[in-house]
């Protein structure tokens, strides 16, 4: 046993090892942007204002692109600000500046990262792969026979908010603001996944978000090794863990990287309204109505699984065809977020909160499509309208740009994932995932999905309750007997692989008597009833 633990703690130093060589890539970098590269990758409008005022950048060498890309992002408001004082709108760029580093970046790094990709990627993809299948696998011998246990999850500093936690959740933070707002910063981190990039498109700069897919896809493949052996015991969550994880793999990172290469759009062939909030941005209609057949099946397919498939899967299976064998998101709640599952609060005022913000997150998103779909419509009758107010008053440019920025980037992003460690591993799928409020409605009122229990088999021990993604109180359910029927609940099944009695148990049947068992509560295994006097 203590050989075993030694291999344990080897494989997380390993892991350590890795993350910290992935921290400090951004730090080891070598730019300088000469006037060449500024005139390569900005536009003409762009390189026309910019030249003079970024003459003075390109004398210097930088050591971060942090760096540069503050000074850049200076130079490029500054004159665009002025431009706009001036109302000489021609000239005015609009272009993110962040991005425009970010390009600039990459394409003048020669620091030690940009000349030995495949040795950086190694040294950080490599041994946290390595580390973390360690860990795991040797976990494995030492916890012994499949099944749940109550092993300290509430003592352990790395699932019980304590320091461990909260170290985890300030690198999950500061990663995800800075790959959404200031990408610029790790243009080295990016720039090791090239030997990855260039088995789909040889030569081609891979982006942020080439790296975040990378990311989010190995960590759900290793993570999802460590799902199965926790759960081994259980058919259901072994197969529901391999579908989820096979799903990203091909639906949302290989396809979105090989169909490029045919000219066809890379599109996730599985996200649905209002999930894929940019369905009907005008760029994007444009873009799949451009790309042939294959760009109009997409479209259509995107049209009919938002309004057709999805209602017609809930009802005969519930929010869990999705939410816990399809979506991403679930997927690396699931996997990744699997050890903070515990942390979902379970009282009453978060319940009351989960309904009003996941339900307003709908509205808004509601609204924001619809002024969206009445502008990308108005484009097509006339490509050369600008984005100024076109409906009540109100700018569908300026409502999808708040809705991206805030409900796109902060609350699924920031939020979503990076709070794993603070608000368990469901709080975007909770509180604010407007498919799962869409999909919850019709699961609470039109769907065949329900979780039986029986109340005579209970033994109150709590484990349902404490390992609920979704915050229900599933024991108070099992010791009544009742039937659950939540429009939260994503139908996960891990209740029910927790349960050392059998007790719950997920079921499609008859929506006659799916509300039942509302009456008195069973007492004991022969089904004795406790009545009113």
Request: aromatic share 16%; charged share 15%; hydrophobic share 45%.
């Amino acid at each position: 046993m203590k050989q075993l633990k030694t291999i344990r703690y080897t494989g997380m130093g390993i892991f350590l090892l890795g993350l910290l060589i992935f921290t400090i890539t951004p730090f080891l970098g070598e730019i300088q942007v000469t006037d060449e590269i500024f005139k390569a990758n900005l536009s003409e409008n762009e390189y026309a204002n910019l030249k003079e005022p970024l003459a003075e950048i390109s004398k210097q060498t930088y050591n971060t692109g942090a760096g540069f890309g503050s000074d850049f992002k200076r130079v490029f408001n500054e004159v665009d600000e002025r431009l706009k004082a001036n109302e000489e709108w021609g000239k005015v760029m609009w272009t993110p500046s962040s991005d425009t580093a970010l390009k600039l970046v990459m394409s003048a790094n020669k620091g030690v990262v940009a000349s030995n990709q495949l040795l950086f990627f190694l040294l950080t993809f490599g041994l946290c792969i390595l580390g973390s299948l360690v860990y795991i696998l040797t976990d494995l011998k030492i916890k012994g026979p499949p099944g749940i246990k109550n092993d300290g999850i509430y003592h352990d500093s790395a699932t019980n908010r304590g320091w461990v936690g909260m170290l985890s959740f300030g690198w999950l933070f500061f990663f995800y603001i800075i790959l959404y707002f200031y990408p610029y910063i790790i243009a080295d981190t990016i720039t090791l996944t090239q030997p990855i990039k260039s088995w789909f498109v040889e030569d081609e700069v891979p982006s942020k978000w080439f790296l975040y897919g990378l990311m989010y896809t190995v960590t759900m493949l290793v993570m999802g090794v460590r799902m199965i052996i926790k759960y081994r015991h259980n058919k259901y969550q072994i197969v529901r863990t391999i579908t989820v994880v096979l799903f990203q793999l091909i639906f949302a990172f290989l396809l979105v990287e090989i169909l490029p290469t045919f000219g066809l759009p890379g599109k996730d062939l599985k996200n649905a309204w209002p999930l894929d909030y940019q369905f009907l941005f005008d760029w994007n209609v444009q873009d799949l109505l451009a790309n042939g057949q294959f760009g109009k099946f997409v479209f259509v397919w995107g049209i009919s699984l938002s309004v057709i498939v999805v209602p017609v899967m809930v009802y005969f299976y519930g929010k869990r065809w999705y939410c816990s064998w399809v979506c991403g998101c679930g997927g690396l709640a699931e996997t990744l977020g699997d050890p903070y599952r515990q942390l979902s609060s379970k009282k009453m005022w978060s319940w009351k909160l989960e309904r009003w913000m996941i339900h307003s997150v709908l509205v808004f998103a509601v609204l924001m499509t619809v002024f969206v779909g009445y502008h990308t419509w108005n484009v097509f009758q006339n490509p050369e309208m600008e984005n100024k107010e076109i409906l009540f008053g109100f700018s569908a440019y300026d409502i999808r740009n708040y809705y991206s920025f805030l409900i796109g980037s902060i609350f699924a992003g920031v939020i979503g994932t990076g709070f794993y460690p603070i608000l368990g591993n469901r709080a975007w799928c909770r509180f604010g995932c407007p498919l799962a409020a869409y999909m919850g409605i019709v699961q609470r009122f039109k769907s065949r999905f329900r979780i039986t229990t029986n109340g005579g088999q209970c033994i109150s021990c709590g484990n349902c309750s404490t390992y609920c993604e979704q915050g229900i109180d599933v024991r108070a359910y099992a010791q009544k007997g009742q039937n659950i029927v939540r429009a939260s609940c994503v139908g996960c099944g891990v209740c029910s692989a927790v349960c050392p009695r059998g007790v719950l148990k997920l079921e499609n049947g008859p929506e006659d008597g799916r509300f039942g068992n509302e009456g008195p509560i069973v007492l004991g295994n022969q089904g004795f009833e406790l009545k009113d006097n």
